[in-house]
C-alpha cells in the first residue's frame, strides 16, 4: 500500500501587505514547494525557526488552510481541492494539537464539550459523546471526574492534554502537532512528549510534529525535516539526520541541542548564526541561506540549490558534508 499522507510542491504565497501610501508589497511565498510522504504510523519532526513556514505547512495539511499550488494525497485520495463538504469524510482522520493550550480551547466551554464537540460534528449521541469524552480523559491522564470543569481550571500541561484528548476523538490516523510543547514549563515538556509518544504506539498514529528546535522531535521522529524560508533544506532518517548533519544550517540547528555528556558537551563547537533569518517578503537570491552560511560561495549567491540525494538523505546545498 501507499503512504498515508503523500505532498507535492505544496506552496502558500499570501497578498503583500499594504503600507501606510496604499500600495501593495510583493506577495509572500510563505511555504516555496514542500514535498514530502508519511507512512502509517510513522512520524516526521518538521524543524525550523519561526515564520519559516512549517506552521502555514502544517495548517495545510489538515486542510485548515486551502494551498496555492501543489496536491496533498490522504490515504489515496487528493484533497487538495475538497470542499469543506467534500471533506468531511476525511476530516475525522486528519487532526491538529494547537502550540498554546489555554488559547486554543473556549474558555466557555466544558471539557466535556471541548473533547465531545469533533463527535457530535460526527453524529453522535450527547450521552455517547460523553462517555467517550471521559474515556479519553482517562487515556491521557487527565481524570475523568473533572469532566464538567473549565478549561482555567488546569495548568498549561493539563489543558494540553485536554487539547490532545479533543484532537484523539475520532480516532484520528493523522496528527499534526504544532508546536505542542513549546508553551509549556521545560519541566512539562518531556511529560507530554512521552504521552504523544505512547499514544502514537498504543493507536498507531503518525505524527507531523512541528517544533523550533532539534531537542524536542529527537525522541518521537522516525524523520526530520528541516525547513528554512519556506522550503526544506535537509530531510532524511532521525539517525543519519542528527550523527551527520548535511546542510550547513541543520549542523547550526544540532550544535545549539545540548548534549547529556557533560564532557561531550564541553569539547562541541557550537555554531553561531549571523543575524536573523531574511523576510520570506525578499527572500535573498541563490540559495536563500546563503548571508548566514559559514559556508558560503560565490555559486550560492547566484544559484538556488535543489534538494538532492547526498548521504542516504535528502539535501538541498551545493557543499554538503559534516
Ligand atoms: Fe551554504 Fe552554499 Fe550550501 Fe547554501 S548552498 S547552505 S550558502 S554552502
Ligand atoms: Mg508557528
Known sequence: SGPLLSVRDLTMTFPGRRSASGRRGAPVRAVDGVSFDLAAGETLGLVGESGCGKSTTGRMLVRLL??????????????????????????????????????????RQTVARIISDPLLVQGWSASDARRRAAELMDLVGLIPEHIDRYPHEFSGGQAQRIGIARSLATSPRLIVADEPVSALDVSVQAQIVNLMERLRRELDLAYVFIAHDLSVVKRVSDRVAVMYLGRIVEIGEKRALYESPQHPYTRALLSAVPLPDPAAERRRERIVLLGDPPSPAAPPPGCTFHPRCPKAQDVCRTDRPLLRIAASREVACHFPGD
Not at 501543489?70 to 467534500?86: E, H, N, P, V, W
Open 66 to 107: 486551502e494551498p496555492t499550488s501543489g496536491s496533498i494525497t490522504f490515504d489515496g485520495r487528493d484533497i487538495t481541492r475538497l470542499s469543506q463538504r467534500g471533506l468531511r469524510p476525511h476530516r475525522r482522520h486528519l487532526q491538529m494539537v494547537f502550540q498554546d493550550p489555554h488559547s486554543s480551547l473556549n474558555p
